[in-house]
């Protein structure tokens, strides 16, 4: 299949869930632990992928579902996991790596896809080296792993 | 009133780092000055690790080439067992060298250039870069993601991770090449074949385009060095070392990885943590020289791929001897990239590719033991000592970028001279500095073996060193 006819013949698949972050950066890891779950729980029409980062090729991945969930470790001083719907990037100053928005607008404007997005926030308290993640990020990954699977079930 | 001004961050590029340009009291350019700010410290933090250990070391210089550290480590490790790896292993790794230099070439051109070469020079900032082009440009921005996601996928389906992949191992690799791969990449590869002929097509037809930008971007004499197979072949695995002048002139041939220090040397500057590496017959600073693809294409007589060699005769014409300006560094990676996919498509037809024959097992026979690979950027080298127990103890890594470190300084201050005037300081004159730069597709994060997100900063000095203004673009 070439490039245009990836284009024209590719039908939207449902879930994809990229957790993506550093695993040797402590609370960086948690979006690829997280993906690790889910790949174990084995749910249908799911596909569950890791990254150390996003980018820009993956806006072809983005494109081919419907609905794509990114899991992050967040530095803020957030109280909570947050799950929210992830709006087209307006800014396009960037370089070789992106954020969820902008791969949502290239996935769009390169492949025509509507795909629906969501990101998936799990507060990070330590991201020095290490594999370990930290007992507060621990604590919130059973909610994370709530929400993602009332994600995964819906259509 | 002398004045200094700084490109501060210098965007679109792998790492970070600063140019300073001096005016004089005329507000002329007196000179430009590039500096890297990132310190690694790996030649100290790997001693007393042992060899073994130095590729997967190595490779987390660097999240872009990971692959070129695991080569050059690997072949230094080779030479301290003192075995010949199977024939089968040195064709597995050359895909995969092959594989990352499409990835990389792809992601310089596609991500880092193309947004000059197609949105323009005089474009705003936040409209120079990939995701404006998929507005702009959509073709293009999906060719260079076709390109980069494929060289990315051949190192994932064959080393088990896109990026920092352990399968390269001193003696050969981890695990032979599964079938199911094979057929995939053969599959795969006429479309690659497709869209890099389509993309160099449209560079050739807008290249003159650039026509002042071709002078004044780093275009001057300079020597060249590269690999080159023993029948004159390009190389990026294997070979020996070729220097040559501006007229394509052999100034030094066949020059074995260990013996490197008889003609290199590395110079220390005050002001950036990048050494500059010069030929060592002509001394510093008169030694410049210049590695990557413009240097390989430049050292090399053939390619030894059909279409390449096509396309290496066009490339050609650009000069009766070497060409010279940096700004043709952009055609030869795209040529590069289509003699990749080439070369990996004959190596696949191999008829021991498949064998389960892929490392050779041994213990340390040598204390010593130098690797050297071409990386997308240039010539890559690790050499190391070891004591009686495989214990690093002394280790040095001459990086590509590093190589180019004296051009570059060249390349900035020429095009600086051409498009900085005094007290007009435009966005499109700071950008065409900076995308002398990105000719050269610098890896400073290898180069300089910094964390974080260190900005690039921009600053203006009299000429009695006072700072009189500074601007900075950190993103």
């Known amino acids: 299949m070439n490039n245009q006819e990836s284009t024209e013949k590719q039908v939207p698949r449902t879930t994809l869930v990229i957790g993506y972050g550093n695993t040797v950066r402590g609370d960086d890891g948690v979006g690829p632990a997280l993906v690790h779950w889910v790949e174990q729980q084995h749910w249908a029409g799911v596909t569950a992928q890791t990254a150390q980062q996003l980018f820009p090729e993956m806006a072809q991945d983005v494109a081919n579902y419907k609905r794509v969930l990114f899991v992050d470790a967040s530095a803020e001083p957030l109280p909570k996991v947050r799950l929210y719907p992830v709006l087209e990037a307006s800014n396009t100053l960037m370089a070789h790596r992106c954020c969820p928005g902008s791969l949502l607008r290239m996935a769009r404007e390169l492949y025509g896809a509507q795909t629906e997005a969501h990101l998936l926030t799990i507060p990070a308290d330590c991201m020095e080296a290490g594999t370990a993640l930290s007992a507060r990020t621990r604590f919130f990954m059973e909610e994370a792993q709530t929400l993602l699977a009332q994600f995964c079930a819906q259509e | ?475």
């Open chain 2, 1 to 475: 009133m002398s004045r200094t001004i700084s490109i501060d961050p210098v965007t679109r590029i792998e790492g970070h780092a600063k140019i300073t340009i001096y005016l004089n009291d005329e507000g002329e350019v007196r000179d430009a000055r590039f500096h890297v700010t990132q310190y690694r410290g790996f030649e100290k933090f790997c001693e007393n690790r042992p060899y073994t250990e130095m590729p997967a070391l190595t490779a987390r210089t660097c999240g872009i080439c990971p692959v070129s550290h695991l080569m050059a480590a690997a072949k230094a490790c080779d030479e301290i067992l003192a075995v010949r790896i199977p024939d089968t292993a040195i064709k597995l790794r050359r895909i995969l060298n092959l594989a990352q230099i499409i990835q990389s070439h792809a992601l310089s051109f596609f991500h880092l250039s193309s947004p000059d070469l197609l949105l323009g020079m005089d474009a705003p900032p936040e409209q120079r870069n990939i995701l404006a082009l998929a507005s702009s440009h959509p073709e293009m921005a999906r060719d260079g993601i076709w390109l980069r996601k494929f060289g990315q996928q051949i190192i994932e389906k064959m080393a088990g991770k896109r990026v920092h992949p352990a399968w390269v191992v001193p003696g050969g690799v981890s695990s032979p090449l599964a079938p199911e791969v094979r057929d995939w990449m053969l599959r795969e590869i006429p479309e690659g074949i497709r869209i890099i002929r389509r993309v160099l097509d449209w560079y050739k037809g807008v290249y003159g385009q650039f026509a002042d930008e071709i002078e004044h971007f780093a275009n001057f004499p300079s020597l060249f060095i590269a690999l080159v197979s023993d029948s004159d072949y390009l190389e990026h695995y294997d070979g020996t070392l070729r220097v040559v002048d501006e007229r394509r002139r052999v100034v030094a041939d066949g020059i074995k990885p260990a013996e490197y220090l008889d003609y290199l040397a590395e110079y220390v500057e005050p002001d950036s943590y990048l050494k500059s590496p010069y030929f060592k017959m002509m001394g510093y600073p008169e030694g410049i020289y210049r590695v990557g693809p413009l240097a390989r294409l430049n050292c090399a007589e053939r390619s030894g791929a059909p279409l390449t060699s096509v396309e290496l005769f066009t490339f050609r014409k650009l000069s009766k001897g070497a060409v010279l300006s940096s700004f043709h560094y952009h055609y030869a990676r795209l040529i590069e990239i289509l003699f990749g996919f080439e070369r990996i498509e004959q190596l696949l037809n191999e008829p021991d590719i498949l064998s389960p024959d892929v490392r050779a097992h041994a213990g340390p026979n040598r204390g010593e033991g130098v690797g050297m690979s071409e990386a997308p950027r240039g010539m890559l080298l690790h050499h190391y000592k070891v004591d009686r127990n495989g214990l690093v103890t002394w280790a040095n890594l001459v990086i590509a970028t590093g190589h180019n470190n004296l051009a570059m300084n060249r390349g900035i201050a020429q095009a600086a001279k051409h498009y900085v005037k005094g007290d007009k300081i435009k966005e499109g004159a700071l950008n065409r500095v900076e995308a002398v730069i990105r000719c050269y597709d610098p890896c400073l994060s290898c180069s300089t073996h910094a964390f974080g997100d260190m900005p690039l900063q921009l600053q203006l000095i009299d000429s009695k060193g006072a700072l009189l203004d500074e601007q900075s673009r950190i993103h």
